[in-house]
């Protein structure tokens, strides 16, 4: 049994925005429950919150009568009895073959070999069953996993979940690109869950498909729990899909078009087969039906409010978060700001100036949301380590004398080292504050306007912009592949992680994926820019309508100068 109660889950920063509020359900073993509700409405928040990898702001999670989360982290046994398959089903896969895929998967449950190579041919004689005429398979142990199409990585994906027999089947879209001989296999897949006492939830926006399937439905409206009932009381009350933002899936559309058509349609008819014979019982309305479905369009106008019927929880009062509270500063005045710190930074020549470069740059830092500056120091340690390790090299000495080689240390000589990369450290530091508070596209139009100034005097501006936005659509970048793998790691290789975290014995498996990630996405973006004719200069100094300079960003922007002026002199001192 999964118990939630008051799950709360909100996101740093934007306000505190609530995507997921007072969740209270109880989930069961043998059940297939869908997860419903508009693009938003927080469906695979709640799957990775079920999965223990989304950690709730409040309330608690039960499964099998034992906390989820303890001390920060979700333990090794809990997490073994889950299995997640991602929305998108590249965001799970990074591995050189098929096999290591699946030996990733299956390592923490320590099985042993013969285990291990029955559970994967099981897996993969299901998901990969021979197909055409030649008979032909897709999934042969050594293919790359990056060669296989769309939905053949889907079905991976899928396969990958269903390898390590979890308990809980956690599924997100997972109908999603597949055609429909694969739904079929899906359906098996989930009838021998069903069949050992597991349970199955799948978030989906696929009601043909799974609504006659399942055994539950979950339906969620920003984030709140809206109703909790079976397929076939959303069939009888359909007012509750409008009511979540969601139109009416076909079956369910025809259904109403007969009712309406006066053809006395049986709610429990859901397949295909279930409509088609409640059609053909009802005889002689046939014909009158077919004309009335000729003659309307439209959804007929007879379906009723919604009720306040005991068996629906009720709506809570609304909690939408206000955007407007999150007032951004300029991003041109974030520009002036970056380009007058590094400009400091780069004119200090001694421990006091860098020092004082700092501050405003660790002041900038200190005001991210808690969860930002938990990732900055995470990005931080590895860069503060290589910067150990460079300055212990630079200031290594090998003498020869009498007594054989000594080693030694000058600290004379590893202090220009030391200091060059402090200043380094502060250009990063700022290059971060930057590149986590401003979205892309505001970095891009902040910087064509101040490029365009460059322009007028002839300057080569766009190679520049080119490369200085490939540099910042980096560094988020390298965040996002990070956290993506850190869910990898706490999802298929089962480790009791803090969020945002990874083993170091992982980090081998990441650098690959991450450098390919990085190279495809500076190809894309060259096109990209070039397609929009950034070359040309036709983007650079376009005035944009979304940039909007006030009187705060004008006082910040005189303080930034001041700040400036004082650290430039100090080089006089
Ligand atoms: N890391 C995040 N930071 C900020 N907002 C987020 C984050 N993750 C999700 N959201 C927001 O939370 C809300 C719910 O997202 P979620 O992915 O759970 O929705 P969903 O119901 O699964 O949507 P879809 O059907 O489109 O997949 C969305 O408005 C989304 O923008």
Redesign the pocket.
């Known amino acids: 049994m999964m118990e939630l109660k008051n799950i709360c889950v909100r996101?740093p920063?934007?306000n505190n925005?609530t995507?997921?509020d007072q969740i209270t359900v109880t989930l069961r073993r043998g059940e297939v429950t869908l997860?419903l509700?508009?693009?938003?409405?927080?469906?695979?928040?709640?799957?990775?919150t079920m999965a223990g990898l989304k950690t709730p702001d409040s309330g608690v999670i039960r499964l099998e009568g034992e906390p989820m989360w303890r001390d920060g982290r979700v333990p090794q046994s809990v997490l073994l009895q889950t299995g997640l398959v991602f929305?998108f089903p590249e965001q799970q896969l990074f591995a050189h073959d098929i096999k290591r895929e699946m030996l990733y998967s299956l390592r923490p449950y320590r099985l042993n070999e013969d285990d291990c190579e029955q559970q994967i041919e099981d897996s993969l004689a299901h998901w990969d069953p021979p197909r055409g005429d030649q008979g032909e398979r897709r999934f042969h142990l050594e293919r790359s996993p990056f060669a296989l199409s769309g939905g053949e990585k889907r079905r991976l994906g899928l396969a990958l979940g269903e390898v390590t027999k979890p308990d809980w089947m956690l599924l997100?879209?997972p109908s999603a690109g597949l055609e429909a001989h694969s739904v079929k296999l899906l359906f098996g897949s989930l009838d021998k869950q069903r069949m050992s006492g597991g349970a199955a939830i799948i978030?989906t926006?696929d009601l043909d498909t799974f609504l006659p399937y399942a055994d539950r439905v979950l339906l969620?409206k920003e984030?709140r729990l809206i109703a909790d009932v079976t397929p076939l009381e959303l069939h009888a009350h359909p007012e509750l899909l409008l009511q979540a933002g969601m139109g009416l899936p076909p079956s369910m559309r025809l259904a109403e078009q007969l009712r309406a058509a006066g053809i006395a349609f049986p709610y429990p008819a859901m397949t295909a087969e279930e409509m088609a014979e409640a059609i053909i019982r009802s005889g002689g309305q046939k014909a009158a039906a077919a004309e009335h479905m000729h003659d309307t369009k439209e959804m007929p106008e007879a379906i009723p409010d919604y009720d306040d019927s005991a068996q629906f929880q009720q709506p809570t009062a609304a909690s939408v978060p206000s955007n407007e509270a999150y007032s951004a500063l300029d991003p041109r005045l974030k520009w002036v700001l970056y380009v007058l710190l590094v400009t400091a930074a780069m004119l200090q020549q001694d421990w006091l100036g860098l020092t004082l470069t700092l501050i405003p740059v660790a002041g900038a830092l200190a005001v991210l949301p808690r969860q930002m500056l938990t990732g900055c120091i995470k990005l931080m340690k590895p860069l503060v380590l290589f910067f150990v390790l460079s300055t212990a090299l630079s200031g290594s000495t090998i003498t020869t004398g009498e007594g054989g080689i000594q080693l030694g240390f000058s600290w004379i000589q590893a202090e220009g080292t030391l200091l060059n990369l402090y200043r380094l450290f502060i250009v990063t530091l700022a290059s971060l504050w930057f590149s986590l508070t401003t979205p892309y596209g505001r970095m891009v139009e902040g910087l064509n306007w101040v490029l365009a100034y460059g322009r007028k005097i002839k300057l080569p501006v766009a190679s520049f912009a080119l490369a200085v936005s490939l540099i910042f659509r980096f560094i988020p970048m390298i965040w996002s592949e990070w956290?993506r793998f850190s869910l990898i790691v706490r999802s298929r290789g089962k480790a009791a992680l803090k969020p945002n975290t990874v083993r170091i014995r992982d980090l081998g498996p990441l650098i690959i994926p991450l450098l390919m990630a990085l190279f495809q996405r500076a190809e894309d973006m060259t096109i990209a820019m070039e397609m929009r004719k950034v070359r040309e200069n036709a983007a650079l100094g376009a005035r944009s309508s979304l940039l909007v300079w006030s009187r705060r960003d004008t006082r910040i922007g005189i303080i930034g100068l001041l700040v400036f002026a004082l650290l430039v002199s100090m080089r006089w001192f």
């Open positions: 996101v920063g934007e925005r995507l997921l997860l509700g508009c693009t938003g409405s927080g469906k695979t928040t709640l799957l990775q929305q997100d879209e978030a926006h969620l984030g956290q």
